[in-house]
């Protein structure tokens, strides 16, 4: 009974008790910051691999900022690509952009070498497949007039799917990024959207080699020196639905990440700094509850009748309807409650998969987006 309840007790912390304190808490003690557009100097960096696809429309994008110019230099950075990813960034090389080269693959690699060559008080870290809104960067600069503030992160959109597995996926997001808005009023936000982030250039340290989660090293690098991470929600980066495989590969990736992020910074763990409750609810909470989830459906076997049948039941129901979501046709009113089922139980697989950090080499957690 202790650890049904147990496990019963956390699983509904960490997926609606923890967001309602935060709701309550964002409410009670708001911590607003300044925001005022000042002009700043800043690098764009922009690592690529194998982005062909994407790079004329994304440095197309990115000239369109309602920037500054002269203010402003874009570093492309091609790592490791086979594809014509540096034949395009090379045509590109004008005024304000340059190109760097390496042979080899990575993000950290690319970040780092992206790093040493910035110039700007202010670092623009982007992806090369989304696409911005033209206010982004003004609205990002805002924030870092408030003194206190050391990295903004901010959003990204994702388009309307035309299946409810792209909706399912999307409807998580949207609850993620509900978690975000109020731990950044209440304090900071314990990491960034990789797609769309800036940080000040005087507290951005070298990534360690094979770092999966830049957009939460970074960030946490200006955190422990004693500034905000916080979310600008007009900063909007645009992107299109993910399938559930293509979301699925995505959280192994970023929950292994945080297994890293622990062994980087283990002070995150110690209870003696004011991210430490949204870390403990929010990240490590995710990578515990497959685990919870096991302990609450094993242990319902040992619960006194009738509590153990209907445990059990209403564990096994929910299974069996994310189950049979690949065999419900589309326009099924009942895929309205399958759809969802099977999202929530695949990132749950995807938070179990991540352990596997400790096993595998990170250079094999990176998959191709399709």
């Known amino acids: 009974m202790t650890i049904f309840l147990l496990s019963v007790g956390f699983i509904a ?11 309550i808490w964002s409410r009670l003690s708001p911590a607003p910051i300044k925001r005022e557009f000042i002009p700043r100097t800043v690098s764009i960096l922009l690592p ?51 190109v760097i080269e390496l042979n080899e693959p990575g993000k950290a690699v690319a970040l780092n070498a992206g790093l040493a060559a910035a110039s700007g008080e202010i670092l623009f870290l982007v992806d090369v497949r989304q696409q911005m809104h033209p206010e982004s ?44 808005a109020r731990q950044s009023l209440i304090d900071s936000v314990p990491g960034a959207t990789g797609a769309i982030y800036a940080i000040r250039r005087a507290l951005a340290k070298p990534l360690p080699s094979g770092t999966l989660v830049d957009d939460v090293h970074l960030p946490l690098c200006a955190y422990f020196q004693g500034f905000r991470i916080v979310w600008e929600p007009a900063a909007k980066a645009f992107d299109d639905p993910a399938s559930l495989h293509s979301e699925f590969r995505r959280k192994v990736r970023t929950l292994a990440g945080v297994y890293q992020i622990i062994g980087m910074f283990p002070r995150l763990l110690i209870p003696n700094h004011r991210l430490w409750i949204h870390f403990v609810s929010h990240k490590l909470g995710r990578l515990f509850l497959p685990y919870a989830l096991a302990a609450a459906f094993v242990s319902g076997f040992w619960l006194p009748r009738p509590l153990s049948f209907l445990a059990l039941a209403v564990q096994g129901m929910f299974y069996c309807v994310a189950a049979l979501d690949p065999v419900v046709a589309g326009g099924s009113p009942f895929k309205r409650i399958s759809s969802p089922a099977r999202t929530f139980v695949t990132l749950m697989t995807a938070a179990f998969c991540a352990g596997s950090i400790l096993f595998v080499p990170p250079d094999k957690f990176w998959k191709p987006t399709r």
């Open 48 to 98: 690529v691999h194998n982005g062909e696809r994407w790079l004329t429309e994304k440095l197309g994008n990115l000239s369109k900022l309602n920037y500054p110019p002269e203010l402003v230099e874009t570093i492309v950075i091609i790592s490791g690509s086979t594809d014509g990813s540096a034949d395009i960034a090379r045509q590109s090389v004008g005024t304000g952009r340059q």
């Open 137 to 180: 960067l003004r609205a990002l600069i805002a924030n870092f007039a408030d003194p206190r503030v050391g990295a903004v992160s901010g959003e990204l959109v994702i388009r309307d799917g035309e299946s409810q597995e792209e909706a399912s996926v999307g409807a998580y997001w949207k609850y993620e990024k509900l978690i975000r």
């Open 13 to 23: 912390y960490i997926l609606a008790g923890y967001p309602l304190l935060l709701e």
